[in-house]
């Protein structure tokens, strides 16, 4: 896997050594930052479900400001933490171990300007985390990976293939 564009494009990335992982592909990954497009460049951005932290580094790479990460799995946050020290990146990362869910139920409105979610497709966790979204919208984009078939409920889904992203926006 590698980063798709920007300062770090091209540069590759360490994938967790886990079965359970599922990286975002890069067509769906530039197809997600190209919709994403103007809101990148200064963002606060929140990658949950970070895995390897592909997604935060790639806004990372296209101008983000800052970017939080959190993720569970002990093997994803070694990837991660090897992806960050790779891209030398320590300054402009902050690295939360926990559960993404509960991480966002203490978050107030407005917290963040992007939040880039690709929680495992076996759960329920897209459209919870998305009806938290609604109750709270802790960023001003929230954009979910999920499984085509299984709707969540946002603004506006786009499809490749067996996977879909949808993009809510607060109010």
Known sequence: ???????FGGRRLVVPKDSRVRPTSDRVREAWMSI??????????LDLYAGSG??????????AAWVE?????????????ANISTLQVEDRVQVHRGDALRFVERLGAGA?????ADPPYGHDAAARLTALFRRTPFARILSVE??????????ETRRYG?????????P
Do not use: C, K
């Not at 999920?146 to 603004?155: C, E, I, K, L, T």
């Not at 067996?162 to 607060?170: G, I, Q």
């Open 1 to 7: 896997m590698r980063i798709v564009a920007g300062a």
């Open 36 to 45: 994403l497009g103007n809101a990148i460049p200064g963002a606060r951005v």
């Open 54 to 63: 592909a997604l935060g580094l790639e806004a990372l790479s296209r101008g």
């Open 69 to 81: 990460f959190v993720e569970l799995s002990a093997p994803s946050l070694h990837a991660l933490q």
């Open 112 to 116: 963040y300007d992007l939040a880039l």
């Open 146 to 155: 999920h499984r085509a078939d299984q709707p969540v409920g946002g603004d």
């Open 162 to 170: 067996d996977t879909a992203l949808t993009f809510s926006r607060a």
